[in-house]
């Protein structure tokens, strides 16, 4: 039995999905434990493309039980409609394959409005958030006024709990943002439809888990957004509004710290970020593009142009210290096949001193900048190559660099979109 958690090591597209799904056979459960639909996980399965948002990307694979933990915030729209998808695609035959914790928070219509009317009013300042009601549907959770799916099953408690919601939602949306109200009694019916068609989803997540502990099952964790994204480690506000650290499995899925064995970080070659804040190693011009160009970096939930830029060891560092990264897998190296020159962020100048650590606050991150190291690119074409061994000496080597500027071994290198085009230099399920 291992269990294993799969989180991203920057801001967010990282290519989890993928790498969810290639580790899923492996798996007997496939947890989410945090965020909602902001997220979004393309897959490539059999030259079919699929994208995710709230469902763990393990379904695709027959055989692995799907959990939603409580961490996690759900809109039944969404979560409805692609379970609809899965079931007409023959994907999900049986609702045992997908259990949505009852502890979970809905994502409410005003939560939508909210979030896009705040991004709106803060003009220049805006998060640029994927405008999916995340934020506005945490801060009911925090101010102990949310919704919770199991309220959906429970059509008495649900009208007290929309109403004492309704009065102070409308009064911020209409009064503060001169927005529409939300209609509270189409709420009322949308939610008890929802309660209805979730009901056979709906379970105890957390006993679910446990008794898979017990019987000595793999179970892998799918973190979302990534570590700089991260409410208290990121680059705040310019965040999401959830844990998205490896420690966050704990309290999100409900599982002890004492009971995970593996943390796998994730990262691209490169990094990307969508959405505003600080990025020290963007590229703006000609090297930005064509970042943005070979790896198709626009948004899965969004389809915003994705900001692009070289491969930052600082952040790596950052995030190997505070998610106690077991290993590393690099995701989409196929698309720096091309570039004569590769660089690495390894320290930042800041203020005219140098630092090989992440700064603490947004105002030095702002100021941070990158020191690189150049390394000699290579230009074939490596999507065929399936071991270590199979890459060019000068991926090999860029690899290795990242290794040793990071202190964590890479495990797992991904060179196309497609399931198979995936190189193991060991097995992530191996007991510790
Ligand atoms: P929110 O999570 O929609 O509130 O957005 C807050 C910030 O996180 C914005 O910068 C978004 O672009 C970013 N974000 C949220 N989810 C993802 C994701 O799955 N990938 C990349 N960025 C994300």
């Known amino acids: ?20 799904d290639w580790l899923a056979p492996q798996a007997q459960i496939v947890v989410r434990f945090h965020g909602g639909n902001n997220a979004g996980h393309t897959l490539v399965v059999e030259g079919e493309q699929t994208v995710l948002h709230v469902v763990p990307a393990g379904v695709l694979n027959p055989g692995t039980v799907n959990l939603i933990g409580p961490g996690v915030v759900v809109d039944p729209e969404i979560l409805l409609s692609e379970i609809s998808t899965l079931e007409e695609r023959g994907v999900l035959r049986d609702p045992s394959r997908v259990r949505l914790s009852g502890r979970a928070h809905v994502i409410l219509d005003w939560h939508l409005a909210l979030d896009k009317a705040r991004e709106e009013a803060a003009r220049k300042r ?7 009601g995340i934020g506005p549907a945490y801060e009911d959770k925090v101010t102990r006024r949310g919704i919770r799916v199991a309220d959906l099953l429970d059509p008495d ?72 994204l991260d409410i208290d480690h990121g680059t705040y506000p310019y965040v999401t509004s959830s844990n998205c650290v490896a420690g966050a499995v704990c309290a999100g899925a409900g599982i002890g710290p004492t009971r995970i064995d593996r943390v796998l970080g994730i990262t691209k070659a490169y990094t990307t970020r969508v959405g505003g804040g600080p990025f020290p190693t963007e590229e703006t011009g000609e090297t930005g593009e064509k970042l943005r160009d070979v790896g198709a970096e626009f948004g899965a939930t969004t389809g915003r142009p994705r900001r692009c830029g070289w491969l ?13 990264f077991s290993a590393l897998a690099i995701n989409k190296l196929d698309v720096l096949s091309g570039f004569d020159e590769i660089q690495i962020a390894t320290a ?15 105002s030095e991150i702002e100021r941070a900048e990158p020191v690189y190291e150049v390394l000699p690119g290579w230009s074939e074409n490596i999507r065929e190559c399936r071991r270590f061994e199979d890459l060019p000496q000068n991926a090999r080597d860029y690899v290795e660099r990242v290794e040793s500027l990071v202190n964590v071994p890479v495990e797992i290198l991904s060179v ?16 510790v």
């Open 416 to 431: 196309g979109p497609g399931r198979d085009e995936t190189i193991a230099r060991d097995q992530p399920f191996r007991p």
């Open 1 to 20: 039995m291992t269990t294993l958690v799969a989180v991203g090591a920057q801001w967010g597209d990282e290519g989890k999905g993928k790498l969810v």
């Open 157 to 228: 408690r649900l009208r007290g709990a929309i109403d004492r919601l309704a009065d102070q939602k409308n009064f911020e949306l209409v009064e503060y943002y001169k927005w529409q109200p939300v209609d509270r009694d189409e709420l009322y019916r949308k939610a008890v439809e929802w309660g209805k068609r979730l009901g056979p989803y709906v379970d105890h997540v957390t006993r679910i888990l446990d008794g898979a502990l017990r019987e000595g099952k793999n179970i892998l964790f799918e973190g979302a957004q990534g570590t700089f």
């Open 348 to 362: 930042y100048r800041l203020d005219g001193k140098l630092t090989d650590d992440f700064p603490m606050t947004l």
């Open 126 to 132: 805006a998060i640029g958030t994927t405008g999916r």
């Open 312 to 324: 930052d060891a600082v952040m790596l560092r950052e995030g190997a210290a505070v998610n106690g």
